[in-house]
């Protein structure tokens, strides 16, 4: 029997281990007390701050991440640049307008099939400039906003109240002037040149695809059509060596699935979570997933709205998270974000999510077992 310092020592490696996500699922099969959807950044060095949601959390919560939005949105002094799939959310929407109203350059792009919500309705109403793609078949599908050409707040999150109060999402705040001017050369593409998909020109470029804080922290960001983002996922995928853990909205990309599945096959540990409904749509790799056997393993999700993540984690390090589904559309057409970032500190935030949305959707499934 080891001495009792020693044993303390070794019962305190295993509880890190299991939150850096190096044992594999079993690291979350312990129960965890509920999280407030928002962390603050880590230290000066690291100037981002992660959000999750959490499903039926009251609108009147200071925790729910459309108020987390709204105070970013009132300390805008300059410029306010607002690319939305969808907005519905009163609470963002009164905060787009109180901005205006106190003299910040307001902008909007938006996705054609929801160019005629309330929401931009009132917006136009108010002398706010809309622009939306006028495409049939591709979608303007991000959701991100620049703040004063000097932070970004991103990720898979749409700016409505089914997805800031009933669905499983996350956000990254990035307060780096950097990816602000990434965010911004996409943002204007769209909004004054009204250019979606491709660039303006060949020559036209994202400033900053790769950047590096004082921490050593690299941070990757892409655009879909233009930057063939898929690809850049699967560079990542098959540099997996211990493990592998997603969450998928819409998984119809048989490229990255079988980049998974052949890690898989060399002993790395692959667990996810599909979403029930989009998991048997045409195309899904869900049944692929599914009965590939272990050490894949893989469960439909127990929100009973949407589990709207487009998030993967590879070996405790790596996240790879924004608005870019893993689907040829997302790739070949859409107008899409996505953020890679490289820290351990970062990736125990989103291991906690992975953990939250995996156990909730074992459970669910342990209860329809006979």
Known sequence: MPKSGSFSRFLSAVFLACLAGLAGTW????????????????????????????????????????RALAHYISQARQTLDLC?????????TQAILEAHQRGVCVRVVTETAYSDEDSIRRLKEAGIPVVH?????????NKFIVLDNQAVWTGSMNFTDNCTGRNDNHALYIADARLAENY??????M??????????G???????????????????????????VADKILLRVRQATR??????????????????LERARQGVEVSGVFERRQAHAAHSMYQLFASFGPPVQVYLDGNKYNMHHKLMILDGRVTIGGSFNWSMSADKDNDENVIIL????????????????????????SLKDP
């Open 27 to 66: 690291g979350c099969q312990e129960s965890h007390e509920p999280v407030s959807p928002v962390f603050e950044r880590l230290d000066d060095s690291i100037p981002v701050r992660v959000y999750f949601t959490q499903p039926g959390l009251p609108a009147t919560d200071s925790r729910h991440p459309a």
């Open 133 to 141: 793609d006028q495409r049939d078949g591709a979608l303007m599908h």
């Open 243 to 260: 493990s592998i853990r997603f969450l998928a909205f819409s998984f119809t990309h048989r490229g990255i699935a079988d980049a998974m």
């Open 342 to 365: 490289h820290s351990e500190a970062l990736a125990k935030q989103f291991e906690r999510e992975f953990c939250r949305v995996f156990e909730q959707a074992r459970s669910q499934t």
């Open 191 to 200: 909004f004054e040149q009204r250019r979606f998909g491709s660039p303006p």
């Open 84 to 92: 939305a799939h969808e907005l519905d959310s009163a609470i963002i």
């Open 184 to 189: 911004a050369t996409k943002f204007r593409w």
């Open 202 to 228: 060949k020559l036209d470029r994202i400033p900053y695809p790769q950047i590096t804080w004082d921490d050593g922290t690299l941070l990757e960001n892409y655009f879909a059509p233009h930057d063939r």
